[in-house]
C-alpha cells in the first residue's frame, strides 16, 4: 500500500493556493499552486519559492474504539465533487509534548482538550485526512488536510479555532495554514 | 537528532553473526555479520545474501508516566564493555493488530500480555533498543536491538520466550531472530 504522499507547492498544480498564513512560529514559502501525489511520483516542482512536505498515512495513535467507530460512521471520503475548498495545515510540536508518556498525551488530547469530540461535529461536512512526517526528518510533525464545500467554511473555521484554544494547542510550536480552492 | 538507523548484513562487520533463525514466516538471508550505522552513512554491503533493514527511533506508543519512570530507573544504554551478546530481532504485527484501536492495542499489550511487566524482570541485565519501520517501506514492523553479556544469556532466553508466549505475539505474522556476537 502507497502510505507515503508528497504536497507539492509551487506555479501549477490542482488545488490553488488562497492563502499561506504563519499561525505560530515561521511561516512556509508563497506559492500559486499546491498538488498532493503519492510520493513515489517525483513531482515536478516549478517557482522560485516552491517547497515539498512528506507524510505517512499510518494508523490511529489515540483514538478508542467508540471513537473510532463514531469517526468513521459519520466521515466522508476525499474528493467529493462538492468539497472545492481545502486546508493543509502542517504542525509541530514542542520537545516537551513529545516526552511524555503515551497516557498523558492521551490524556491531553482528548479528556482535556476533546481533540475528536468537537471534530465529529464537523463531520461529515469537513473530510479529513491526517499524515504523520515527525520520524522521517521533515519539518513539522502532522500535516492535516480538509476538505469541504464553499458553504460549510464557516463551520471550518469554527472547528480551527476550538482547536485552537485548546490545551493541546499549547505543545504547538510551529503550524502553518494553508488554504486552497480548485 | 539523527533517528534513523540501517542494520547493515554481510560478510563483515562490528557484530558477529551467530544464528539467523526464522520463528515466524520467511527468514532473511545468512549472513556473516551485522553493521549498525546512522542510516545517512551510506555503508557499504557486502556479500552475496546481504540484507539492509532500516528502523527509527521514536517516541513511546504504549508506556504510561509510571510505566516509563519504572523502565528509565533500571535501563541500561547500549555499549555496555560487558555486552558482548547481541540479538535482533525483527517482527511483522499482521492487518488485525493494525486495525485495532489504541485502546485495544494497549489493552493487549500490556493489560493482557504484560509486555513491559515482563521486560523490566529483566533489566538492567538486558539493554534494549526499539526502532519503528511500519510506515517507511521495510519487510517489518519493528526492529528490536537487545545486548547483554554472555553470562545474562539464559534470563535473555527467558524473557523471550515468555513474550512469544503472550497473546500480544498471536498478532505477530513474522519473526526472525538474530543472534550476535562481539
Not at 498532493?36 to 522560485?48: F, K, L, N, R
Not at 526528518?137 to 464553499?150: C, G, K, M, N, Q
Not at 467554511?153 to 504547538?172: N, S
Request: aromatic fraction near 10%; proline fraction near 5%; include cysteine.
Amino acid at each position: 500500500m502507497q502510505n507515503k504522499f508528497a504536497f507539492v507547492a509551487g506555479d501549477t498544480g490542482s488545488w490553488q493556493v488562497r492563502s499561506i498564513e504563519a499561525v505560530i512560529g515561521e511561516a512556509l514559502g508563497p506559492a500559486r499552486a499546491v498538488d498532493v501525489v503519492a510520493a513515489d511520483a517525483q513531482p515536478t516542482v516549478s517557482g522560485p519559492s516552491a517547497w515539498v512536505l512528506h507524510g505517512l498515512m499510518s494508523n490511529v495513535r489515540y483514538a478508542t474504539r467508540p471513537e473510532v467507530t463514531a469517526l468513521r460512521a459519520v466521515s466522508e471520503p476525499l474528493g467529493r465533487p462538492q468539497a472545492r475548498s481545502a486546508a493543509l495545515i502542517p504542525i509541530r510540536k514542542n520537545a516537551a509534548w513529545w516526552a511524555l508518556a503515551q497516557d498523558e498525551r492521551r490524556a491531553i488530547f482528548e479528556e482535556t482538550s476533546h481533540h475528536t469530540a468537537i471534530g465529529l461535529e464537523y463531520l461529515p461536512a469537513v473530510a479529513r485526512q491526517l499524515f504523520h512526517c515527525r520520524d522521517i526528518a521533515e519539518p513539522f510533525d502532522f500535516l492535516t488536510w480538509f476538505e469541504y464545500a464553499p458553504e460549510d467554511a464557516a463551520g471550518f473555521e469554527t472547528l480551527v479555532a476550538r482547536l485552537r484554544a485548546t490545551k493541546e494547542w499549547t505543545y504547538v510550536e510551529r503550524e502553518v495554514d494553508i488554504r486552497l480552492e480548485r
